[in-house]
């Protein structure tokens, strides 16, 4: 079991940033890949981004490529989204999730998952 924590959510204004993290326990970080899932509202949750077990390799959505950036710190156990020239469109609740596989963009090869945090953006 893997136990995934959310945190850095809020209310920000358009063009600005924001960084959240999520903080994992139970069994061995290293050995997950990790992901950033959102949704927003009358949507279906949706993938973000994602990074490798050793963050060698990450993915993005298309229309955040540029402005968000996952990273990982395994020594602290924790994956950490930051969001640079937020849009309006970004408002959702955002998930981090984890897979056994090395990487991936389908939330169903994800098994485990935080409860998620807010991120309204304000134009």
């Known amino acids: 079991q893997v136990q995934l924590v959310e945190s850095g959510g809020g209310l920000v204004q358009a063009g600005g940033s924001l960084r959240l993290s999520c903080a994992a326990s139970g069994r061995t970080f290293s050995a997950y890949g990790m992901g950033w899932f959102r949704q927003a509202p009358g949507k279906q949750r949706g993938f973000v981004a994602a990074i490798s077990r050793a963050g060698g390799g990450t993915y993005y959505l298309d229309s955040v490529t540029g402005r968000f950036t996952i990273a990982r710190d395994n020594a602290k156990n924790t994956v950490y989204l930051q969001m640079n020239s937020l849009k309006p469109e970004d408002t959702a609740v955002y998930y981090c999730?984890?897979?056994?596989?090395?990487?991936?963009?389908?939330?169903?090869?994800?098994?485990?998952w935080g409860q998620g945090t807010q991120v309204p953006v304000s134009s």
């Open positions: 999730a984890a897979t056994g596989d090395y990487i991936a963009k389908d939330g169903a090869r994800y098994s485990y």
